[in-house]
Nanobody, 118 residues
Framework: QVQLVESGGGLVQPGGSLRLSCAASEVPFSLYTMAWYRRGPGKQRELVASITGGGTTNYADTVKGRFTISRDNANKMVYLQMNSLKPEDTAVYYC????????????WGQGTQVTVST
C-alpha cells in the first residue's frame, strides 16, 4: 500500500477555485492508479476522478468540465484542480491509490475538507 497525505482544502465561495494536492510515500508511484473521492454531508462516498499511471483520466458526470485531475510521477504527487465550485461540491475529499491488478482502491489519505459557501 501507498501512504497518502492530502492538502489544499478550505472554504471558498460559489464559483471559486481550489487545488487539492496528494503526496505519496516512497513506492513505485507511476504504477499506481490514483483517484479523488469525496463524501458529502449525509451522502455516500463517490468517485470524483481517477488517473492511471499512463495518464488516462475518468470523471464523474457531476464534475466534468469543472475539475481536472493530474499527476507528477517524478515527485509522487496527484492534484485535483476544482473550478466553478458549487455548494453541492462541499465534502471531505480523499485521495486514493491502487495497483492496476486491484479491483478496489486500498490506500487512502486522511481527507481534506472543502466547503463551498457564501
Amino acid at each position: 500500500q501507498v501512504q497518502l497525505v492530502e492538502s489544499g482544502g478550505g472554504l471558498v465561495q460559489p464559483g471559486g477555485s481550489l487545488r487539492l494536492s496528494c503526496a505519496a510515500s516512497e513506492v513505485p508511484f507511476s504504477l499506481y492508479t490514483m483517484a479523488w473521492y469525496r463524501r458529502g454531508p449525509g451522502k455516500q462516498r463517490e468517485l470524483v476522478a481517477s488517473i492511471t499511471g499512463g495518464g488516462t483520466t475518468n470523471y464523474a458526470d457531476t464534475v466534468k468540465g469543472r475539475f481536472t485531475i493530474s499527476r507528477d510521477n517524478a515527485n509522487k504527487m496527484v492534484y485535483l484542480q476544482m473550478n466553478s465550485l458549487k455548494p453541492e461540491d462541499t465534502a471531505v475529499y480523499y485521495c486514493g491509490g491502487k495497483l492496476p491488478v486491484a479491483t478496489t482502491f486500498d490506500s487512502w489519505g486522511q481527507g481534506t475538507q472543502v466547503t463551498v459557501s457564501t
